[in-house]
């Protein structure tokens, strides 16, 4: 399994950025495909964005134009730009890593939008 620590997280009010990062101990992290995945208190835990090895991306439709998922191979990392912040964008960040059928999760990073 990949170790995978966030940071990043934190306070802010509509319409604010934030950057969370996660950085992966280990050397697959380069074939992983990683993602961020989101879990707003009484929901269930929700895609948000992934990005290939290969730097091809995807998003939830709920964040599209607003965040960007991006990739540092050099740096075993992976970012979050999260621009435009709304309330419904509170929720605990998790950071994902999959390869080799394995999924690897961080502790989680704590976005909280204030109105």
């Known amino acids: 399994q990949v170790q995978l620590v966030e940071s990043g997280g934190g306070l802010v009010q509509t319409g604010e950025s934030l950057r969370l990062s996660c950085t992966a101990s280990?050397?697959?992290?380069?074939?992983?495909?990683m993602a961020w995945y989101r879990q707003a208190p009484g929901k269930e835990r929700e895609l948000v964005a992934g990005i290939t090895p290969t730097g091809n991306t995807n998003y939830a439709d709920s964040v599209k134009g607003r965040f960007t998922i991006s990739r540092d191979n050099a740096k075993n990392t992976v970012y979050l730009q999260m621009n435009s912040l709304k309330p419904e964008d509170t929720a605990v960040y998790y950071c994902?890593?999959?390869?080799?059928?394995?999924?690897?999760w961080g502790q989680g990073t704590q976005v909280t939008v204030s109105s």
């Open positions: 994902n890593a999959f390869a080799f059928g394995q999924h690897s």
């Open positions: 280990g050397t697959i992290f380069r074939i992983s495909v």
